[in-house]
């Protein structure tokens, strides 16, 4: 399958072919519609975040996204590395995607989750943001 791969840290990746993933233990393999383009990834590919460590080279790019599993469920999701999201179709856990609903725009819903929980989350927990009393 195509993919953008990670061959080597602070290197733009690749676009060129990698290993099928194969379901095991509970994983499922997905074909991917839509990748998020994040600060994480960035981080990842870079080799500057910390969780970068623990990532083998090669690897595909891509935290998570929107993909299609084989009953034709579309959910949101993150990848098992090394099959990030950046690729045709990567390894995930079914179990803990987030089911998406008909007709929204596989980009969009790959684009909202980080900046939504980011801002949410500094929200609600930092700055303590309550609802106003009606």
Do not use: Q
């Not at 970068?52 to 993150?78: M, Q």
């Not at 995607?97 to 980011?118: E, F, H, K, M, R």
């Not at 949410?120 to 303590?128: E, Q, T, V």
Request: hydrophobic letters at 45%; a negative charge.
């Amino acid at each position: 399958m195509k993919a953008a791969v990670v061959k080597a840290w602070g290197e733009p990746p690749e676009y060129t072919d990698f290993t099928e993933p194969s379901p095991s233990d509970g994983m499922a393999v997905a074909t991917v519609e839509a990748s998020a383009l994040t600060n994480l990834t960035r981080g990842l590919v870079s080799g500057n975040h910390y969780a970068s460590k623990e990532i083998h080279l090669p690897a595909i790019a891509g935290v998570d996204g929107v993909a299609r599993l084989a009953d034709g469920r579309r959910v949101y999701t993150g990848a098992i590395a090394p099959y990030g999201m950046m690729a045709e179709r990567a390894l995930i856990n079914a179990d803990a995607a987030t089911p998406l609903p008909d007709g929204i725009d596989p980009v969009t819903a790959a684009a909202v989750p980080n900046p939504g929980l980011s801002a949410w989350k500094s929200l609600d927990y930092a700055a303590s943001a309550r609802a106003l009393p009606r």
